[in-house]
């Protein structure tokens, strides 16, 4: 099923899936034939967007590929994180992840995020510790599809002893946390990902998200892969924090 199809399908039919952060008036315009056609642009210049999400219609930053350094403060232990973020055009996009889990280990923890049945900007994270690298990225590669294309999925690895982290949100961008970066910067250019400090992302302006029943079904099916167990979850909390 396509973007529009999931997003239409939503919509009116008032699914708990649907996500929107935040839109206005845009929302006003669903029935309207333009904002049917903006929806239906996946392709900006040499930039694939995934299913998951769209910018909205007054957008005013186009999607990119590149990333651009940021730091993170850590408010409990007042340390400074150094960040990369990055957008990768679909064709790029999930092997590039796999390529970046790969850098973490041998054994890595687990962060499954799901906003599926939650309101607005509300997620649920799920948690699983030491699991080997290539079961893991074996077991990710059969839910493709979901991660990709689920505007309610998010995944974060993560290797406590580093300590480094691979966050693959819910917008399907790239967020790389901890030191050194170089080995992923690396990765990330030798993918066609280059740095652009000035970029912008989908996340800084008005966007859509969408889901549907059968990723919310893929994604149950995916926790219970990876063995983590429905109650060991927590409301609303960042996925993967680490204690830099």
Same mark, same amino acid.
């Given at each position: 099923?396509?973007?529009?199809?999931?997003?239409?399908?939503?919509?009116?039919?008032?699914?708990?899936?649907?996500?929107?952060?935040?839109?206005?008036?845009?929302?006003?315009?669903?029935?309207?034939?333009?904002?049917?056609?903006?929806?239906?642009?996946?392709?900006?210049?040499?930039?694939?967007?995934?299913?998951?999400?769209?910018?909205?219609?007054?957008?005013?930053?186009?999607?990119?590929?590149?990333?651009?350094?940021?730091?993170?403060?850590?408010?409990?232990?007042?340390?400074?994180?150094?960040?990369?973020?990055?957008?990768?055009?679909?064709?790029?996009?999930?092997?590039?992840?796999?390529?970046?889990?790969?850098?973490?280990?041998?054994?890595?923890?687990?962060?499954? %995020?799901?906003? #599926?049945? &939650?309101?607005?900007?509300?997620?649920?994270?799920?948690?699983? /510790? *030491?699991?080997? @690298?290539?079961?893991?990225?074996?077991?990710?590669?059969?839910?493709?599809?979901?991660?990709?294309?689920?505007?309610?999925?998010?995944?974060?690895?993560?290797?406590?002893?580093?300590?480094?982290?691979?966050?693959?949100?819910?917008?399907?961008?790239?967020?790389?946390?901890?030191?050194?970066?170089?080995?992923?910067?690396?990765?990330?250019?030798?993918?066609?990902?280059?740095?652009?400090?000035?970029?912008?992302?989908?996340? %800084?302006?008005? #966007?859509? &998200?969408?889901?549907?029943?059968?990723?919310?079904?893929?994604? /149950? *099916?995916?926790? @219970?892969?990876?063995?983590?167990?429905?109650?060991?979850?927590?409301?609303?909390?960042?996925?993967?924090?680490?204690?830099?």
């Amino acid at each position: 099923m396509g973007f529009l199809q999931q997003f239409f399908q939503n919509v009116f039919q008032q699914s708990p899936a649907f996500q929107h952060s935040p839109l206005s008036d845009n929302l006003r315009q669903l029935q309207s034939q333009q904002f049917h056609a903006h929806l239906g642009i996946d392709t900006y210049g040499d930039f694939r967007l995934t299913d998951a999400v769209r910018p909205g219609m007054n957008a005013k930053v186009p999607p990119t590929q590149g990333y651009r350094h940021e730091v993170y403060q850590d408010e409990e232990s007042g340390s400074s994180v150094p960040v990369i973020m990055a957008a990768a055009s679909r064709d790029v996009l999930f092997p590039l992840f796999m390529q970046l889990v790969q850098r973490l280990g041998e054994t890595v923890d687990v962060v499954l %995020e799901s906003s #599926h049945n &939650h309101e607005a900007n509300g997620h649920v994270d799920y948690y699983r /510790e *030491q699991i080997d @690298t290539p079961v893991l990225i074996s077991t990710l590669w059969d839910y493709e599809d979901l991660l990709i294309n689920d505007g309610c999925t998010g995944i974060a690895v993560l290797n406590p002893n580093t300590p480094q982290e691979i966050q693959f949100d819910e917008h399907k961008l790239l967020i790389m946390y901890g030191s050194p970066l170089e080995p992923f910067e690396f990765l990330l250019e030798n993918n066609g990902v280059f740095c652009n400090e000035e970029m912008g992302f989908i996340t %800084e302006a008005d #966007h859509v &998200h969408t889901s549907s029943e059968d990723y919310r079904d893929q994604f /149950e *099916q995916l926790r @219970t892969q990876l063995g983590i167990d429905a109650d060991f979850g927590s409301a609303n909390q960042p996925p993967g924090e680490l204690n830099f």
